[in-house]
C-alpha cells in the first residue's frame, strides 16, 4: 500500500515536472522569436504630405514618392502639377522660377 502510494506521488511529481518544462520551453521559444523580430530593422519613409514616417513595406509609391495613403498622394500629385503649371506660366511671362 505504502508502496503504490509513494510511486504515484513519484510519478505525479515526474508528470507536472514534465509538463512545466514544455510549458516553459514553449515560453522561451516565443521570446526568442520576439527578440529575432525585434532585431530586425524596418527601412522608414516620409510622407512628403502629412510629413509621417511610415514602413517601407506599408507606404504607396506614386510617381517615384512614398505615401502613407491614396488621399495623401492625390493632394500632394495635385498640388505639384498646380505649382508645376504656374511656373511654367511664370516662364512664358517672363518671370523666373527656381
Same mark, same amino acid.
Given at each position: 500500500?505504502?508502496?503504490? #502510494?509513494?510511486? #504515484?506521488?513519484?510519478?505525479?511529481?515526474? #508528470?507536472?515536472?514534465?509538463?512545466?518544462?514544455?510549458?516553459?520551453?514553449?515560453? @522561451?521559444? @516565443?521570446?526568442?522569436?520576439?527578440?529575432?523580430?525585434? /532585431?530586425? /530593422?524596418?527601412?522608414?519613409?516620409?510622407?512628403?504630405?502629412? @510629413?509621417?514616417?511610415?514602413?517601407?513595406?506599408?507606404a504607396i509609391l506614386r510617381s517615384g514618392r512614398y505615401f502613407c495613403s491614396d488621399e495623401c498622394a492625390k493632394v500632394y500629385l495635385a498640388r505639384g502639377k498646380e505649382n508645376d503649371e504656374g511656373a511654367g506660366m511664370k516662364d512664358r511671362e517672363g518671370g523666373t522660377s527656381l
Open positions: 500500500m505504502l508502496l503504490r #502510494f509513494l510511486s #504515484f506521488v513519484f510519478l505525479s511529481y515526474l #508528470f507536472f515536472a514534465i509538463l512545466k518544462f514544455l510549458l516553459s520551453w514553449g515560453k @522561451r521559444q @516565443r521570446g526568442l522569436r520576439s527578440q529575432e523580430r525585434s /532585431t530586425e /530593422t524596418e527601412e522608414m519613409v516620409l510622407d512628403p504630405q502629412c @510629413r509621417s514616417y511610415l514602413a517601407k513595406d506599408e
